[in-house]
């Protein structure tokens, strides 16, 4: 890689040979920066002195026991989310609203971490183990009123952390009248709890104040390449191959049925009404990496070339 990385004039395949670790990014004047200073500055708001340290990585992730939390690196960059929309068709935390949903998601995981609130008696009766292993999936209840809505897929049903953690999102979020929207929800009660919990620890210094970070990008040296292949490969999705055939059948072009409507007139005309997709069980969410906060063990091999 050229000692002057000009990102005007590198094309998108030779970028896709550049490892990630020779990647001239940081989180400094870039997108995510004023997004991490909003969050600090809600968090002074609310009494909350500690500050969750952050660094780019791979994906979204709090590892265990770590006060701080990770950053995709395609944040860093406007090119970078170019090429992340291309390959993984979005990008997550890639719009001001959806920035901040998440990294207030990841400051509740954090912040756990930091108090160590997760091992109190009440939080555990509240959310459920910490312990409890992370399933491979979820079917979660959309209809349910036990849990806070904050990130897509229902994501607080997934597993305890990630209930607390969206619940602390949701009672940082400025101007989220919760106790108005939640009024009746069993939900309300965790909101509630949560209020009471962190007002306890306003103004206090954590116990946890480790500044470890963990898959920093300097430790990543496989090429936006690989990284790509094994992401979509890794959350790739195959529907049934019978929804072809019915699909077929439905908007056939066949001449003799050349009178029915076309797919594209289809929803064109209903595509406001059409809800998103359910998959039944939803994967615990990473990129379409949402893979918020993990049981970390580190596996070299996963960030080296082979």
């Given amino acids: 890689?050229?000692?002057?990385?000009?990102?005007s004039l590198i094309s998108d395949e030779r970028l896709l040979d550049t490892r990630i670790c020779d990647l001239p990014i940081k989180i400094k004047g870039s997108f995510i920066e004023p997004h991490i200073k909003r969050l600090y500055s809600e968090l002074n708001d609310r009494g909350i002195r500690f500050k969750p340290h952050v660094w780019l990585s791979a994906e979204w992730f709090t590892p265990d026991g770590v006060p701080g939390f990770?950053?995709?690196?395609?944040?860093?960059?406007?090119?970078?989310?170019?090429?992340?929309?291309?390959?993984?068709?979005?990008?997550?935390?890639?719009?001001?609203?959806?920035?901040?949903?998440?990294?207030?998601?990841?400051?509740?995981?954090?912040?756990?971490?930091?108090?160590?609130?997760?091992?109190?008696r009440k939080w555990i009766r509240t959310f459920g183990s910490f312990t409890q292993k992370y399933p491979p999936s979820y079917k979660p209840k959309p209809n349910s009123r036990r849990y806070v809505l904050n990130l897509d897929a229902w994501y607080a049903q997934a597993h305890p952390a990630e209930d607390f953690a969206e619940t602390f999102a949701v009672w940082l979020q400025p101007r989220s009248n919760w106790r108005r929207r939640y009024?009746?929800?069993?939900?309300?009660?965790?909101?509630?709890?949560?209020?009471?919990?962190?007002?306890?620890?306003?103004?206090?210094?954590?116990?946890?104040?480790?500044?470890?970070?963990?898959?920093?990008?300097?430790?990543?040296?496989?090429?936006?390449?690989?990284?790509?292949?094994?992401?979509?490969?890794?959350?790739?999705?195959?529907?049934p191959a019978y929804l072809d055939n019915d699909l077929r059948r439905i908007?056939?072009?066949?001449?003799?049925?050349?009178?029915?409507?076309?797919?594209?007139?289809?929803?064109?005309?209903?595509?406001?009404?059409?809800?998103?997709?359910?998959?039944?069980?939803?994967?615990?969410?990473p990129s379409r990496g949402r893979r918020r906060h993990r049981r970390y063990t580190r596996q070299e091999s996963s960030l080296t070339s082979r």
Wanted: glycine residues 4%.
């Fill in 70 to 120: 990770a950053i995709p690196f395609y944040l860093a960059h406007p090119r970078l989310m170019k090429l992340e929309r291309k390959f993984m068709r979005e990008v997550e935390g890639g719009t001001d609203v959806e920035c901040m949903r998440i990294l207030r998601h990841e400051a509740g995981h954090a912040i756990d971490n930091a108090f160590r609130l997760h091992f109190k």
């Fill in 183 to 239: 009024r009746g929800w069993p939900a309300l009660r965790k909101i509630e709890y949560v209020d009471a919990l962190l007002d306890e620890i306003a103004g206090t210094r954590p116990k946890n104040r480790v500044r470890k970070k963990i898959e920093r990008l300097p430790e990543i040296r496989i090429t936006l390449r690989e990284h790509y292949d094994r992401k979509r490969a890794k959350y790739a999705f195959e529907w």
């Fill in 251 to 285: 908007f056939s072009n066949e001449p003799r049925h050349r009178p029915r409507e076309t797919a594209v007139s289809f929803l064109r005309r209903t595509g406001a009404e059409i809800p998103p997709p359910s998959r039944g069980e939803l994967q615990p969410p």
């Fill in 1 to 7: 890689m050229p000692a002057r990385f000009k990102w």
